[in-house]
């Protein structure tokens, strides 16, 4: 057994993992925040934007699938720290694109490493908990969302005083580089232990499926929701609202910020507040929020309808891993996985429907069908709650 590590240990273990996290999103953030500036310069409408933006997520899938073989075959924490580098590179490059063809097969090497990324630092964040006895995961996910409320600062300023989006993506890759340098010692060592790859490999059953299934609907409700206001609150701002560079930005920022706060604080909730309550709470006012960044006619008040929507999201899909695996005690991995890539394919569908629906009949129209999905996780939620079946 490991040793129990100092408290000076514990902070450094997470700082070397949170940062990764933080600098994920971090670039991200600030990437998704130049979008209106972006889509004029490339000179797409709404539609073709949303084909491009099909590339993130169908990257990330190909990452997901790569990720096991490469985690069966190297240190967890060596892949982490290698594919952060590799994906803020790749972001660096993809900010050069010129045309919709470009950027989508920019998008697709660029999901590939996020993807990567992504699995491999839950992972190293996993194993650190396992092997030191220590509660990280919720704060490094905060730390997440931080990032990407980060990036959209920078990104709105630096498009606020003519900063190019390369430049501004350049000076940030460089400068998180600098900062994960020193904690690298921290994350390089990491590995999983072998039964857990083991484990991972066993497949759900068919009645498994059948349990998932509700949470699986409000999963992919609820991450369609989450993307949707990642995607194409800045443009929406832009082009509904006629808010500035900054103001735009600050509706992912704001989403980012609200999500930051109600995951830095998510764990210490759920051991006072029952995860059915938890949930259904979230979702309400996800889609509370959401309805009025989309109704507010005031730029203000849609961003801080945006923030509302993140702090309320903050807490569902948290809850709804738990419920998976709960719910497949034989295989929680295979369970919680079964969650997100439902929740990848909603990824897949959202840019391009919400693309085509904003071309035909604006922006508004497209983020109301988002909406509407809230409510339709909000229904299955309280459909759990009668349930009794999360813990």
């Given at each position: 057994?490991?040793?129990?590590?100092?408290?000076?240990?514990?902070?450094?273990?997470?700082?070397?993992?949170?940062?990764?996290?933080?600098?994920?999103?971090?670039?991200?953030?600030?990437?998704?925040s130049?979008?209106?500036?972006?889509?004029?310069?490339?000179?797409?409408?709404?539609?073709?934007?949303?084909?491009?933006?099909?590339?993130?997520?169908?990257?990330?899938?190909?990452?997901?699938?790569l990720?096991a073989?490469?985690?069966?075959?190297?240190?967890?924490?060596?892949?982490?720290?290698?594919?952060?580098?590799?994906?803020?590179?790749?972001?660096?490059?993809m900010?050069l694109?010129?045309?919709?063809?470009?950027?989508?097969f920019?998008?697709?090497?660029?999901?590939?490493?996020?993807?990567?990324?992504?699995?491999?630092?839950?992972s190293?964040?996993?194993?650190?908990?396992?092997q030191?006895?220590?509660?990280?995961?919720?704060?490094?996910?905060?730390?997440?969302?931080?990032?990407?409320?980060?990036?959209?600062?920078?990104?709105g300023?630096?498009?606020?005083?003519?900063?190019?989006?390369f430049?501004?993506?350049?000076?940030?890759?460089?400068?998180?580089?600098?900062?994960?340098?020193?904690?690298?010692?921290?994350?390089?060592?990491?590995?999983?232990?072998?039964?857990?790859?083991?484990?991972?490999?066993?497949?759900?059953?068919?009645?498994?499926?059948?349990?998932?299934?509700?949470p699986a609907?409000?999963?992919?409700?609820?991450?369609?929701?989450?993307?949707?206001?990642?995607?194409?609150?800045?443009?929406?701002?832009?082009?509904?609202?006629?808010?500035?560079?900054?103001?735009?930005?600050?509706a992912?920022?704001?989403?980012?910020?609200?999500?930051?706060?109600?995951r830095?604080?998510?764990?210490?909730?759920?051991?006072?507040?029952?995860?059915?309550?938890?949930?259904?709470?979230?979702?309400?006012?996800?889609?509370?929020?959401?309805?009025?960044?989309?109704?507010?006619?005031?730029?203000?008040?849609?961003?801080?309808g945006?923030?509302?929507?993140?702090?309320?999201?903050?807490?569902?899909?948290?809850?709804?891993?738990?419920?998976?695996?709960?719910?497949?005690?034989?295989?929680p991995?295979?369970?919680?996985?079964?969650?997100?890539?439902?929740?990848?394919?909603?990824?897949?569908?959202?840019?391009?429907?919400?693309?085509?629906?904003?071309?035909?009949?604006?922006?508004?129209?497209?983020?109301?069908?988002?909406?509407?999905?809230?409510?339709?996780?909000?229904?299955?939620?309280?459909?759990?709650?009668?349930?009794?079946?999360?813990?």
């Amino acid at each position: 057994m490991v040793k129990a590590p100092n408290i000076q240990t514990r902070k450094n273990l997470f700082w070397g993992t949170g940062l990764i996290f933080f600098s994920m999103n971090c670039l991200v953030g600030g990437w998704l925040s130049r979008l209106p500036d972006i889509q004029v310069q490339l000179g797409l409408n709404e539609a073709q934007l949303g084909l491009s933006l099909i590339g993130l997520p169908t990257g990330a899938f190909l990452g997901n699938l790569l990720s096991a073989s490469l985690l069966k075959r190297y240190n967890v924490g060596k892949v982490t720290y290698i594919s952060i580098h590799f994906t803020m590179a790749l972001m660096v490059i993809m900010s050069l694109s010129n045309a919709m063809l470009t950027l989508c097969f920019g998008l697709l090497w660029v999901g590939l490493a996020n993807g990567l990324t992504n699995v491999s630092m839950n992972s190293t964040a996993d194993t650190l908990e396992r092997q030191y006895h220590i509660r990280i995961m919720s704060s490094c996910h905060g730390m997440f969302s931080l990032g990407g409320f980060t990036g959209a600062v920078i990104g709105g300023v630096s498009a606020s005083i003519g900063i190019t989006l390369f430049w501004q993506l350049l000076i940030q890759a460089i400068s998180l580089t600098l900062i994960l340098y020193p904690l690298r010692r921290f994350v390089l060592p990491v590995k999983v232990q072998k039964s857990s790859l083991q484990l991972s490999v066993k497949r759900l059953s068919k009645k498994d499926k059948r349990l998932l299934g509700i949470p699986a609907v409000i999963g992919f409700c609820i991450m369609i929701s989450e993307g949707a206001i990642s995607d194409w609150s800045p443009l929406f701002m832009k082009e509904e609202r006629l808010s500035s560079s900054l103001l735009a930005a600050m509706a992912y920022g704001g989403f980012s910020l609200f999500m930051a706060i109600g995951r830095f604080r998510g764990d210490h909730i759920r051991q006072r507040i029952k995860g059915s309550i938890l949930l259904m709470a979230g979702v309400a006012i996800g889609f509370g929020g959401l309805v009025v960044a989309i109704c507010a006619p005031w730029p203000l008040i849609s961003v801080l309808g945006f923030s509302l929507s993140g702090l309320g999201f903050s807490i569902v899909v948290p809850v709804l891993f738990s419920l998976a695996a709960t719910l497949t005690p034989n295989r929680p991995d295979q369970g919680i996985a079964f969650i997100a890539n439902i929740g990848i394919f909603g990824f897949l569908m959202a840019p391009p429907t919400i693309g085509f629906l904003a071309d035909r009949f604006g922006l508004e129209l497209a983020l109301g069908t988002v909406s509407f999905l809230s409510l339709i996780a909000l229904f299955y939620a309280w459909r759990l709650k009668k349930q009794q079946l999360i813990p």
